[in-house]
């Protein structure tokens, strides 16, 4: 479901850089790491591949390292930006019938009110202070969107793509494999932005899972893999439907509430340990050992109990 790549590192070729901030003094509470790197933009654009006819939507334009070459490929382009004086300069920049900028916090943007008749694309350079609350935002719009593509810490993106069974796999790469395929794409060294941050950066690709295709599978009685029929694209069975998206997203955070502690004690709200076996799932084994489907099979077997009761 989660695929790494290639790791690739993509190093800035020690061509052009945008070195000069215009005067602008990056804000650290903004998470402000602008990038310099022409070369790596234009991969990163490349990445993005956006289409006439899409509407796109971009996370902390900043000044404009990102925004300037989707705007040369496309009419109009949507952003959300927090800082005033970069607001600004945007809006000074383009003018409003090609660059609509929603001036807030992309914490409390409705990205779905943007829905539009083609394809929702969200992008970003993301501030990486709130990248993981931002993430778990974007959920509640995964529904209307197309495809994301982020630059976050290279750190959060291992923890996003992890496998079951190792040390970066958590709550955040149970719920967000549960509603994206993913992929990283490729890494981003520190000296491809300024000021240069202090840890490695990567481009994740996230698509969401098209889980009306599994409704409609059951309303018709044919059994379907889960496919948005992209390419690239992992078929998912129904198995990794949960009934009831709060209790699963409950059951992954007690799991991962102590990731030392055994699931016999850390979901003792949910289940006892009969309740565990019969699910086949061992009373002493730890959050980190079980994958997507494991936790979305406990969340549907508490659903079905607390349906009986
Ligand atoms: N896109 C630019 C680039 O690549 O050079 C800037 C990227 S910089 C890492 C993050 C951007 O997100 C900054 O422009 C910052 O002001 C903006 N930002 C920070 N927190 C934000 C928030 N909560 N909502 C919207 N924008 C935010």
Known sequence: MARVSNQRVSQPKGGARKDNLGGHVARKRFGQNFLVATDIIHEIIDAIAPRAGDTVVEIGPGLGALTEPLLSRMDHLHVVEIDRDLIARLRQRWPGDRLTVHEGDALAFDFSALKADGRLKIVGNLPYNISSPLLFH?????????????????EVVDRMVAEPGSGDFGRLSVMLQYHYH????????????????????????????????????????????????????????????????????????????????????????????????????????????????DYVRLANAKAAALAKA
Do not use: W
């Open 138 to 154: 974007l959920v509640e719009s995964s529904p209307v969107v197309y495809d994301m593509h982020f630059m976050l810490q290279k």
């Open 182 to 293: 993913m992929e990283c794409l490729f890494t981003v060294p520190p000296e491809s932005f300024e000021p240069p941050p202090k840890v490695m950066s990567a481009i994740v690709r996230l698509i969401p899972r098209d889980k009306s295709q599994i409704e409609s599978s059951k309303k018709f009685g044919t059994p379907m893999a889960l496919s948005t029929g992209r390419a690239g694209d992992t078929a998912i069975g129904d198995a990794l439907l949960a009934k009831d998206e709060a209790l699963f997203s409950r059951i992954v955070a007690a799991a991962f509430s102590q990731r030392r502690k055994m699931l016999r004690n850390t979901l003792r709200e949910f289940f006892s340990e009969a309740d565990l076996a019969a699910l086949n799932i061992q009373p002493t084994a730890r959050a980190e050992e079980l994958g997507v489907e």
